[in-house]
């Protein structure tokens, strides 16, 4: 069974930082991307970052120069370490993996979110 856990999530002030972490297993994910999405309240799942298996990164706009994507292959883990965190970065992040690197939602494997809430 394949299955994505993530951890790391929680309550931080304006400014502050939080590393979330993703745990694969059930299959091999060393040559899957793997992702973070987002989603706030009454809002659409959004795409925050992603890492290729050749370690390739891309970001969203809204936290490029603030939140750093990183993945261990051997442990098939994937981090997300968010810095300078903002009251508008609050909502559940989930981690996604697919076979390619994506923007869009579109991976086939989704964890079951954790919750990121930053207080102003």
């Known amino acids: 069974q394949v299955q994505l856990v993530e951890s790391g999530g929680g309550l931080v002030q304006a400014g502050g930082s939080l590393r979330l972490s993703c745990a694969a297993s059930g299959r091999t994910f060393s040559s899957h991307a793997m992702g973070w999405f987002r989603q706030a309240p009454g809002k659409e799942r959004e795409f925050v970052a992603a890492i290729s298996w050749g370690r390739v990164t891309i970001y969203a706009d809204s936290v490029k120069g603030r939140f750093t994507i990183s993945r261990d292959n051997d442990k098939i883990t994937v981090d997300l370490q968010m810095n300078s965190l903002r009251p508008e970065d609050t909502a559940v992040y989930y981690c996604?993996?697919?076979?390619?690197?994506?923007?869009?939602?579109?991976?086939?494997?989704w964890g079951q979110g954790t919750q990121v809430t930053v207080s102003s």
């Open positions: 996604a993996a697919n076979r390619i690197i994506l923007r869009t939602a579109a991976y086939e494997y």
